[in-house]
């Protein structure tokens, strides 16, 4: 542990979230957030629709907080970079693909085309 408190102090690691530290120095990037919400959110976490349909089609901005499903019995009082939300199931497959984990390519068009105003649907 006191090697952990002097790598955190000196650098070149920083505290992302207690119990997780990005040791590359510098900010952490997008994808590196994505894997830390997924690991914060315990098993059967994924990345939820936004953070999902940034990696199906990446656009230049990520999206400015990384959502993460976690499974509906759990929680995770994490805050700031990350928006845990509890997944109820049934409501999507339950099928998680890719790396970190995240929704089905179809589940992420369906969410994204439930949040778009009537007539203004774009995939993303």
């Known amino acids: 542990m006191r090697s952990l408190g002097r ?3 000196q650098g070149p690691w920083s505290p992302l979230a207690r119990g997780l530290c990005w040791t590359r120095g ?3 990037t997008w994808l590196a957030l994505a894997w830390g919400g ?8 994924r990345l939820g629709p936004e953070s999902s ?3 199906w ?7 400015p907080l990384v959502d993460v499903l ?3 019995g759990r929680g995770c009082g994490v805050e700031g970079t990350w928006r845990f939300q509890r997944e109820r199931p049934g409501v ?4 998680t693909v890719g790396a970190p984990p995240r929704l089905t390519a179809a589940d992420t068009v369906l969410d994204a085309a439930a949040r778009r105003p009537t007539g203004r649907w774009s995939p993303w």
């Open 57 to 63: 089609s990446p656009r230049p901005d990520p999206p």
């Open 38 to 45: 997924v690991l914060l959110g315990g098993d059967h976490a």
């Open 26 to 28: 510098g900010e952490p």
């Open 7 to 9: 790598l955190l102090r």
């Open 53 to 55: 349909a940034h990696l």
């Open 92 to 95: 999507r497959s339950p099928r």
């Open 70 to 72: 976690v499974p509906y």
